[in-house]
Structures are given as structure tokens and as C-alpha cells.
């Protein structure tokens, strides 16, 4: 079910990945490795699952950050970065099934928004990951560009 929420402010701590469309799948494969081994560092964690954060797309550039969200950003540990996501409003929708399928999820959520006449962007939010990967569900949001109302001139 498709359904668009205000989603509150977040607080993410992370490995950030920036790389070309054909080099994406090996950085972020790369990145989750690293990140298994170093989530402990992680302090603050609000809890046991990771997130998928899709920043956009910008001169053939695909940026993301794997990590955690968390209830305060004090220590960053090295080589990982934070990000603080303000209230937004989102696309939502719940993702049951294999992880090789989410992004067929996303495609869906952009399906919805163009047949119902709202503007996804390129932001987006996968959550649900876990350190095994034995994940039950993702929730998967996209940002939409709110409709702006036509102003009347000169009344």
C-alpha cells in the first residue's frame, strides 16, 4: 500500500559511497562489508537495523550512506560520515520479499507518484537491513516535491 507521510527528522551515522552507475553495486557491496565489521563503533544507535540512504545523482555520480540511524551524532568514528535528514514528506511503502527486489519496489513507488500526478525525487530511504541479512521487511520512502499553488498576480 502506497501512502504519502511527513517523516520526522533522522540522525544517521555511516559509510558514505559515491561512485558511477557500473561501479555502484561493488562500492556498496564494499561498504556493508566494512560497515558489518565496524557497526559496534556506531554509538547511539536507536536500533538493530541499518539503512540505506540514496542522497541523488549529480554528473554521472550515484551518492548513498550505509549505516545507522541514531539519537545523537557525538563521535563520528573515522572514515564514516553523519547526516541529519529534516522532516520530510515521503512516498511509503512496505517491502516484503527478497532484497534483490527492492529496487523493483522503488520502480513501483515512481510508477505510483506519476499516475497520481506527484514528483518523486531521487532521494530516498531503504530500512530494515541487519548485520545478518536476514532482514523480514524494508520500509522504503521517497521524497516528493511538494505542489506549489499558483499565486494570483495582481489581485
Not at 34 to 57: M, P, T
Not at 128 to 152: F, K, M, S
Amino acid at each position: 500500500m502506497m501512502e504519502i507521510i511527513r517523516v520526522v527528522p533522522r540522525q544517521v551515522i555511516g559509510i558514505k559511497v559515491s561512485a558511477p552507475a557500473e561501479q555502484l553495486c561493488a562500492a556498496l557491496h564494499q561498504a556493508w562489508l566494512i560497515l558489518r565489521e565496524r557497526a559496534q563503533e556506531i554509538q547511539h544507535r536507536v536500533n538493530d537495523h541499518f539503512i540505506d540512504l540514496s542522497l541523488g545523482y549529480r554528473n554521472g555520480i550515484h551518492t548513498r550512506i550505509i549505516g545507522a540511524e541514531v539519537s545523537a551524532i557525538c563521535q563520528v568514528p573515522e572514515g564514516m560520515t553523519a547526516l541529519e535528514v529534516p522532516h520530510q514528506t515521503c512516498l511509503h511503502c512496505r517491502h516484503d520479499g527478497p532484497v534483490d527486489e527492492i529496487a523493483s519496489s522503488f520502480g513501483a513507488i515512481y510508477q505510483w507518484a506519476r499516475t497520481n500526478g506527484v514528483v518523486g525525487e531521487e532521494f530516498k530511504i531503504d530500512e530494515g537491513y541487519t548485520l545478518d541479512a536476514r532482514e523480514a521487511h524494508h520500509e522504503l520512502y521517497v521524497r516528493v516535491i511538494p505542489r506549489i499553488p499558483a499565486a494570483v498576480v495582481g489581485a
